[in-house]
């Protein structure tokens, strides 16, 4: 009988009928009816329904509401059926499952020291499962992400739900967790003697290092010996123990944005493949690291892209030249500094914005001096005409990955961040956004005279959108701060 807004104001509007008479007593509604009528409201609403009457309560017994209401809230298609042979109904999935566990679901980041990392829980049948996203192997940087499940709840009696840790060779066993806060959960492992190995430490250690990292004890012993230290902290007490998980959101996407923003992969020389979530805030684009490593943390912005500088990029003879380019990009940085300049010592407004060509059309080809080879080199490629402008690592740049696209949409000035083991002095340091293709971006990092390639994070998550734009910037000040 309730009615809304404009129901009420329509009734209002016809003076000829009396509101009252067109009532029906719901009670008086065939319990066919009734069920659908049930079926179609949030589960939420339905236990405050089933206080009004016995019949309504009765009606709520029937598990085809129920039913309905976990295919259309949490996506279960699963055949209900199985339930029936362990005596669990739709309604218990419902509220001892799905309900309680909702506040779960979407995209986590660990809290491992620098590591950072990307947990997904997602409703998998009659499963709630967290995988936990691994990048592909280095340097691969369009391989898909590779993941393994941590830990999974259900329901295996009326009860209550089961939680179990799906850690290590030995299959799941007995886990918790425990919602700290509406953002903030942990899981805990009850049988960590499920993570041994017959190797002992050393077998389990290699293990894991092979199959989360990609990576031998020899390579790291090479590269880094701090991080091998920091690891095998990382893989005992973390592992172990308990984890600690903080709500991340997607980027809140806009027509107008460079690319559509998310998730990507990107080559951090010896640190390996980490996860970067590309943001769009107005004038500037950012990247922030999901995963990190023991110079720059998870939750620190790992490049910023000034959008409304853009960078011509030379023909590709005089890009082979390293100098050349730094030249450019420095030029580009000395005017970024005036401007910054000027802003500060006028007390008046800023100063009137230049025109984004950033926003002008995709992929117009930036020809300066009309190098006739370049033309011709341009012209031998008649499915990229208009769409890019070829595209080399200058000489002494050094790329983990070499087969980059040879061709780019366009590029900008842009800073990335840099620091010493333990994120000591973190600096920002100039470099060149390079854009390839809907799925594809660079950094050239001046400084280090490296490269880092992007490549998308194909997979699709749910319940992972921001309520609003302010709430994405709330996480992202939020995960940045943890470790800086
Ligand atoms: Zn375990």
């Known amino acids: 009988q309730r009615r809304g807004p404009a129901e009420t104001a329509a009734a209002d509007s016809e003076p000829d009928?009396?509101?009252?008479?067109?009532?029906?007593?719901?009670?008086?509604?065939p319990p066919e009816l009734l069920v659908e009528i049930f079926a179609s409201l949030p589960g939420t609403d339905l236990?405050?329904?089933?206080?009004?009457?016995?019949?309504?309560?009765r009606i709520l017994h029937t598990d085809t509401i129920w039913r309905r209401r976990c295919r259309e809230e949490y996506g279960v298609c699963e055949n209900l059926r199985k339930l029936e042979i362990t005596g669990v109904s739709c309604r218990d999935v419902y509220a001892k499952l799905l309900h309680r566990y909702r506040h779960i679901l979407g995209l986590w980041q660990p809290d491992i020291g620098p590591y950072g990392g990307l947990l997904n829980v997602v409703v998998d049948g009659l499963f709630i499962i967290g995988w936990m996203y691994l990048p592909p192997h280095d340097p691969h940087v369009d391989d898909p992400m590779?993941?393994?499940?941590?830990?999974?709840?259900?329901?295996?009696?009326?009860?209550?739900?089961?939680?179990?840790?799906?850690?290590?060779?030995?299959?799941?066993?007995?886990?918790?967790?425990?919602?700290?806060?509406?953002?903030?959960?942990?899981?805990?492992?009850?049988?960590?003697?499920?993570?041994?190995?017959?190797?002992?430490?050393q077998e389990e250690f290699r293990t894991w290092?092979?199959?989360?990292?990609?990576?031998?004890?020899?390579?790291?012993?090479?590269?880094?010996?701090?991080?091998?230290?920091?690891?095998?902290?990382?893989?005992?007490?973390?592992?172990?123990?308990?984890?600690?998980?903080?709500?991340?959101?997607?980027?809140?996407?806009?027509?107008?944005?460079?690319?559509?923003?998310?998730?990507?992969?990107?080559?951090?020389?010896?640190?390996?493949?980490?996860?970067?979530?590309l943001s769009f805030h107005g004038r500037c684009a950012r990247g922030t690291k999901i995963t990190g490593d023991p110079n720059i943390p998870a939750g620190q912005q790992t490049v910023e892209i000034d959008l409304r500088h853009r960078i011509q990029l030379p023909d590709v003879e005089n890009l082979r030249n390293f100098n050349e380019l730094s030249r450019l990009v420095l030029e580009v940085r000395e005017q970024v500094r005036q401007e910054q300049q000027q802003q500060q010592d006028g007390e008046g407004p800023a100063p009137p914005q230049e025109p984004l060509s950033a926003r002008g059309p995709p992929g117009a080809p930036a020809e300066e001096g009309g190098d006739p080879r370049g033309g011709a080199a341009a012209a031998e490629q008649p499915a990229q005409s208009g769409q890019g402008q070829p595209f080399v690592l200058p000489v002494g740049v050094s790329s983990r990955n070499e087969d980059y696209p040879r061709t780019c949409r366009m590029c900008f000035y842009g800073t990335g961040l840099i620091a010493g083991h333990g994120f000591t002095s973190p600096e920002r340091t100039p470099g060149v956004f390079v854009l390839f293709d809907e799925d594809r971006f660079?950094?050239?990092?001046?400084?280090?005279?490296?490269?880092?390639?992007?490549?998308?994070v194909q997979a699709t998550f749910r319940n992972?959108?921001?309520?609003?734009?302010?709430?994405?910037?709330?996480?992202?000040?939020?995960?940045?701060s943890l470790t800086s």
């Open 442 to 456: 660079g950094f050239v990092w001046l400084e280090l005279k490296s490269f880092s390639l992007y490549s998308r």
């Open 47 to 57: 236990p405050s329904l089933a206080q009004v009457c016995t019949k309504f309560r």
């Open 464 to 480: 992972a959108d921001a309520p609003s734009p302010q709430a994405f910037e709330e996480m992202l000040k939020n995960i940045q």
């Open 209 to 277: 290092l092979r199959e989360e990292w990609g990576r031998t004890l020899e390579d790291i012993f090479h590269e880094h010996m701090q991080e091998l230290i920091l690891m095998k902290f990382i893989y005992t007490s973390q592992y172990d123990n308990c984890l600690t998980y903080r709500r991340i959101y997607l980027p809140p996407s806009r027509p107008d944005d460079l690319i559509k923003p998310g998730l990507f992969k990107g080559t951090y020389g010896s640190h390996g493949l980490e996860i970067v979530m």
């Open 146 to 201: 590779r993941f393994k499940p941590l830990f999974r709840v259900h329901l295996m009696e009326r009860k209550s739900a089961t939680v179990e840790c799906m850690y290590g060779h030995k299959g799941p066993h007995n886990g918790h967790i425990q919602i700290v806060k509406k953002d903030e959960f942990s899981t805990k492992c009850n049988q960590t003697d499920h993570h041994r190995m017959s190797g002992g430490r």
């Open 17 to 29: 009928t009396d509101p009252e008479e067109e009532r029906i007593e719901a009670g008086s509604l």
